[in-house]
């Protein structure tokens, strides 16, 4: 075990997802604060500050997912699968976080969708340049 974590190979790997895991602690860091950077719209406005704030920060998440994907040299379906997948378990854990932990916040269903509508405009950004760029015609 100790031969596998001096591997310069095994370090190369886990380095490609440091930006992913710094990004997730700067979200959690956000989620599950009492700061509130943008003002509280009802739960009915999907198109507000909030949720755009969410869709951002989950499709920088998941292009900065499929960059560790892409330093392991996936494919990009898989890479797509375990990106998106990640991200959206990580936005719904957030969530219930949320709701359990009496910061101000509570578990909003809309904020859910805004973290997959995020995700899914990674898939589209990354599907119709970088990954051609990056991968040929996989």
């Known amino acids: 075990m100790s031969r596998i974590l ?3 190979a095994v370090w190369r790997n ?5 930006p992913a895991v710094v ?3 700067l979200v959690a860091i956000l989620s599950l604060s ?9 739960w009915t406005d999907i198109t507000g500050l909030d949720k755009l704030g969410h869709a951002v ?3 920088l998440l998941a292009l900065w997912m ?3 994907f892409f330093r392991l040299r996936q494919r990009y379906k898989y890479m797509a699968i375990w990106s998106g997948a990640i991200c959206v378990v990580f936005g719904i854990t957030m969530e219930l976080l949320q709701s359990r932990m009496h ?3 509570q578990f909003e269903y809309p904020d859910i969708l ?8 990674a898939f589209w950004i990354y599907s119709s340049g970088l990954k051609k760029k990056y991968h040929g015609s996989q």
């Open 6 to 8: 001096r591997s310069k």
């Open 14 to 18: 886990v380095a490609g997802f440091l």
């Open 23 to 25: 990004w997730a602690i």
């Open 34 to 42: 009492s700061i509130t950077m943008v003002p509280k719209l009802g």
């Open 57 to 59: 920060f989950y499709c």
């Open 66 to 68: 499929f960059y560790g």
């Open 103 to 105: 910061v101000g916040r």
């Open 114 to 121: 805004a973290d997959v509508v995020g995700v899914l405009i």
